[in-house]
């Protein structure tokens, strides 16, 4: 049974191109830059509402954040909240081997796999920025 719980969590795939865009500090203006001149702010808060997006809107925008576009197609409330939550944790506290085998059990979990995405992305949070703020001044 514990299957059938796991198959039918809700994923919403606008907030987490939200979680993703905020994560990297990019605001919706900045987003809508990158993906081109039919993008405006208005349409991406109505994209991050949306509870299914088309992969033909997803690819690009999983391109931007630097992201896999599975990220965000099936990312769950849940496992989202757990791997931002041990990310910033072990930052912050800069955990022992010990800690860290707390947070990542030995068994292989997809979701570990996130979060070293995670940290990559942090580390290039900067780069991005740098980019979309040289796109919007062009305009």
Same mark, same amino acid.
């Given at each position: 049974?514990?299957?059938?719980?796991?198959?039918?969590?809700?994923?919403?795939?606008?907030?987490?191109?939200?979680?993703?865009?905020?994560?990297?500090?990019?605001?919706?203006?900045?987003?809508?830059?990158?993906?081109?001149?039919?993008?405006?702010?208005?349409?991406?808060?109505?994209?991050?509402?949306?509870?299914?997006?088309?992969? /033909?809107?997803?690819?690009?925008?999983?391109?931007?954040?630097?992201?896999?576009?599975?990220?965000?197609?099936?990312?769950?409330?849940? /496992?989202?909240?757990?791997?931002?939550?041990?990310?910033? /944790?072990?930052?912050?506290?800069?955990? /022992?081997?010990?800690?860290?085998?707390?947070?990542?059990?030995?068994?292989?979990?997809?979701?570990?796999?996130?979060?070293?995405?995670?940290?990559?992305?942090?580390?290039?949070?900067?780069?991005?920025?740098?980019?979309?703020?040289?796109?919007?001044?062009?305009?």
């Amino acid at each position: 049974m514990a299957h059938a719980n796991i198959a039918h969590k809700k994923v919403h795939q606008g907030r987490n191109i939200k979680r993703f865009r905020e994560m990297l500090g990019i605001k919706q203006d900045a987003l809508a830059t990158a993906l081109g001149e039919e993008w405006n702010q208005k349409k991406i808060s109505i994209l991050e509402q949306k509870e299914v997006i088309d992969a /033909s809107v997803l690819a690009p925008i999983a391109i931007i954040l630097k992201v896999p576009t599975e990220a965000i197609q099936y990312l769950d409330d849940d /496992s989202a909240i757990r791997i931002i939550a041990n990310t910033f /944790s072990q930052q912050e506290e800069s955990p /022992s081997t010990t800690a860290q085998a707390i947070h990542y059990p030995p068994t292989f979990n997809p979701f570990d796999k996130m979060v070293e995405l995670y940290e990559r992305i942090i580390e290039q949070q900067q780069q991005t920025i740098d980019k979309l703020e040289q796109l919007i001044h062009k305009r």
